[in-house]
């Protein structure tokens, strides 16, 4: 019936105790994003504690979840289940489970691909990108100007010295390319 | 003529802010026994008790009478006053102006004020009335008798014994140890405890002043507090042997014993739940359905987790909590306070056992009070893979070689369906059987469980309303080892406090028998609901046992001659203080 073997899987890679949860539900009481949720933080540590795999991975809340760390910060029992939807979304991804939500996935490659190359993150870079690669063009119009207008959204972008420092750090552990001991 | 002197208290503005005091004052002045009066803001404050002692030498008074609170919440501290004054204690009455007046009359302050002087006179009346009488004294026999072998018999037993006192300790059983005896072993200290256990018993066995009687039963009990006369059927245990021998099968030969006793402790215990009350998880018909006692046997030394149906190892096993208890419409109402942490310690044993093994437990809520029990429980969550599931479990029943559990996690909100090998009932800690007889012959009450009763809830747990009974363990309701532990010393603690004197003191406000008018019809002996009267053999007339009389006034309703009355409640008093009230 219930696959509690799954819970192992994700507690290694989050490096959580997720058995831990007695279901107090502070961790949705406190995330900003939940009303955008199927589920919300607690329902998905129990799906875990049940090992409702394919329903997990399939879910868009792992997606959703912004990784602000409400969850982790409140939690009484220290689990960081922001931590424990990235495990989710990590393992989704390898497994190459459907996405629920495209656009975040987008979003994650195009991060990383501009911290990569800059050293750090480019607000505008990432926008303009993003919103091309979606072809979403004009959601979120009047809330991005008023970001801009706050000067949240600078167009010059913060440069950091030495950038390929970065960019050495992502080589050594990308699969892919040659591996550098990093030590574990 | 008495001289009666009358103190009207203001309990600050609880008293004079309704009734006028200068009033009553007035009032209370025209009786003809009353030679001072006076208002005070505070009786109860050290000057005005100095007021109350220095008049009775000044004003040369042989009666007191507080016009204040309820006689419950002062009478002793005025009574302790005017005796150090050198009047008798027992001419001293608090007139109640405060909870039957002041404080329910608020908005009539006339009629406050008139009700508050009639009872002020009425009581004006009873104490030049009263007599002086000195506190009566009975022998106490400084040994007690402990019903139950338990663990909580055992620790009382050993508490009083080493004090120097004399233990009568009777078990029904063949064995002492009680139900701790048949587990496994106890949450958080689980392998030391069988070992203490046996130490304890060893104690009890050796001990010189420890009488342990095994199948044994209280028959009957008389007597009162310090002296109460115990009869108890023993069956021996040697004697049991050698029949057996010879007539397998035979009944034991009763042997009949009687004690003298001061005081009685009730450890009786708890008895098991019968699962034949639970029909919907199977009533008892399911052999892999078991309670949680039958899985300590399997879990105790020289026992093996297996299916009762065809002995394999169980590896899915099923936990279910309250089954039975905090369930008024079906089983029992109230909560059994163990479970939750023994289901926590077996499901424990169980992985530790069977590795491979997945436990599921249902809970309602997990009820983990008590010093690192919460921790313990959440230490089976974490490091024991045990899944925990929130929810009762609506259904069990055979499918096959399994036993299918419906339940519900309410978490999630899902149903649950479990094909499991093996099903753990947490079952209500029942009262041990024949409570409610016991109870009645001791004259201690049991509730509507069929657990003791105790004199107050709160601040007098280990006693019973009966005084010289007291109680130890689960007799008195569910609890675990430690707290039964610490009720038996509790309880050793009264008893020694009783034995502490060689005589007790008795109020002497009871009933007495005027000689004269008695002819001995014994109408009085017949209602006295506590056994307290008797025709005397001799004399042939009513007598009253001091200890036993609780003031009630039956006899004295009874008694067709006039003969009975309650010291300090006459009826020529009653009658006067009638006359000032109407």
């Known amino acids: 019936m219930l696959d509690i073997n799954f819970i192992d899987q994700v507690n290694t890679l989050s490096d959580q105790a997720i058995q831990l949860c007695y279901h107090c539900h502070k961790c949705t009481a406190g995330c900003p994003v939940t009303d955008q949720m199927e589920y919300g933080p607690d329902r998905i540590l129990r799906m875990v504690q049940f090992g409702e795999k394919e329903k997990l991975l399939k879910c868009r809340d792992i997606w959703i979840c912004v990784a602000c760390e409400t969850c982790g910060a409140r939690c009484p029992n220290e689990i960081d289940a922001a931590r424990v939807l990235g495990a989710l979304r990590e393992i989704a991804y390898s497994e190459n489970v459907a996405v629920a939500e495209p656009g975040a996935v987008k979003f994650h490659k195009l991060f990383l691909l501009l911290v990569k190359n800059m050293g750090r993150m480019h607000e505008v870079s990432l926008l303009a990108l993003h919103k091309l690669w979606t072809m979403n063009l004009f959601s979120d119009l009047p809330a991005g100007a008023r970001l801009f207008m706050m000067g949240k959204v600078p167009l010059k972008p913060h440069l950091i010295r030495r950038q390929g420092e970065v960019k050495r750090i992502y080589d050594a552990f990308d699969p892919k390319k040659k591996q550098v001991s990093h030590g574990n | ?582």
């Open chain 2, 1 to 582: 003529m008495s001289r009666i002197g009358v103190f009207v208290c203001h309990c600050g503005i609880n008293i004079a802010g309704t009734i006028d005091v200068a009033t009553v004052v007035e009032q209370v002045k025209k009786h003809p026994d009353v030679v001072f009066v006076v208002d005070y803001k505070y009786m109860c404050s050290d000057p005005g008790q100095e007021l109350i002692k220095k008049t009775i030498a000044e004003y040369q008074l042989d009666g007191v009478v507080v016009a204040a609170c309820s006689p419950a919440m002062h009478e002793t501290t005025f009574r302790r006053a005017v005796a150090s004054a050198g009047v008798n204690s027992f001419r001293c009455e608090s007139a109640n102006i405060r909870e039957q007046v002041s404080w329910v009359h608020q908005e009539q302050k006339k009629e406050a004020t008139d009700k508050a002087t009639a009872i002020v006179r009425s009581i004006v009346e009873k104490v030049s009335g009263n007599e002086a009488l000195a506190p009566i004294t009975a022998p106490v026999t400084q040994r007690v008798l402990i019903i139950g072998g338990g663990i909580a018999g055992i620790r009382c037993a050993l508490d009083i014994a080493k004090a120097g006192f004399p233990v009568v300790l009777i078990e029904r059983n063949s064995q002492l140890g009680g139900k701790m005896a048949q587990l496994s072993g106890t949450y958080l200290n689980f392998s030391a405890a069988p070992d203490l256990l046996q130490k304890l018993i060893q104690q009890v066995n050796t001990h010189p002043n420890i009488q342990v009687l095994t199948n044994a039963e209280v028959e009957n009990v008389d007597g009162y507090v310090g002296n109460f006369v115990v009869k108890v059927t023993a069956k021996n245990e040697d004697q049991a042997n050698v029949k057996e021998q010879e007539e397998p099968g035979k009944e034991l030969v009763p042997i009949d014993f009687s004690f003298d006793v001061g005081a009685i402790v009730v450890a009786t215990g708890w008895d098991r739940y019968s699962q034949a009350l639970l029909p919907e998880y199977g009533g008892g018909e399911i052999p892999d359905v078991i309670d949680g006692l039958a899985f300590e046997q399997m879990l105790a030394a020289g026992g093996k987790i297996c299916r009762p149906s065809d002995g394999k190892v169980p590896n899915e096993i099923v936990f279910v909590q309250c089954a039975g208890s905090r369930d008024p419409e079906r089983g029992v109402p109230f909560c059994s306070k163990v479970c939750c942490m023994y289901v926590a310690k077996q499901a424990m044993l169980y992985k530790e056992r069977v590795p491979t093994g997945q436990p599921y437990v249902f809970y309602i809520d997990i009820r983990s009070a008590g010093k690192g029990y919460d921790e313990y429980v959440q230490r089976v969550m974490t490091d024991y893979q045990v899944l925990y599931l929130r929810g009762k479990v609506g259904k069990i029943f055979r499918d096959g070689d399994k036993v299918v559990v419906w339940g519900v996690d309410t978490l999630s909100g899902r149903a649950l369906e479990i094909a499991a090998d093996l099903v753990v009932l947490a079952t209500p800690m029942a009262p041990s059987s024949g409570s409610v007889e016991l109870g009645q012959r001791l004259h201690a009450s049991t509730d509507g469980n069929g657990f003791f009763t105790e004199a107050h809830v709160k601040l007098r747990p280990v006693e019973t309303l009966t005084a010289g009974i007291f109680l130890a363990g689960t007799a008195q309701g569910p609890k675990d080892i430690p707290e039964t532990v610490s009720q038996a010393s509790g309880a050793a603690a009264k008893v020694l406090q009783l034995f502490s004197n060689e005589k007790m003191t008795i109020s002497p406000l009871v009933a007495t028998v005027t000689a004269e008018l008695c002819s001995a019809c014994g109408t009085c002996v017949e209602i006295c609901p506590y056994g307290a009267r008797s025709i005397h053999p001799l004399w042939n007339i009513a007598t009253v046992n001091a200890s036993l009389c609780q003031s009630c006034g039956a006899c004295v309703v009874a008694c067709p001659n006039k003969a009975s009355q309650v010291h300090n409640w006459r009826p020529d008093q009653i009658l006067a203080m009638l006359d000032e009230v109407i």
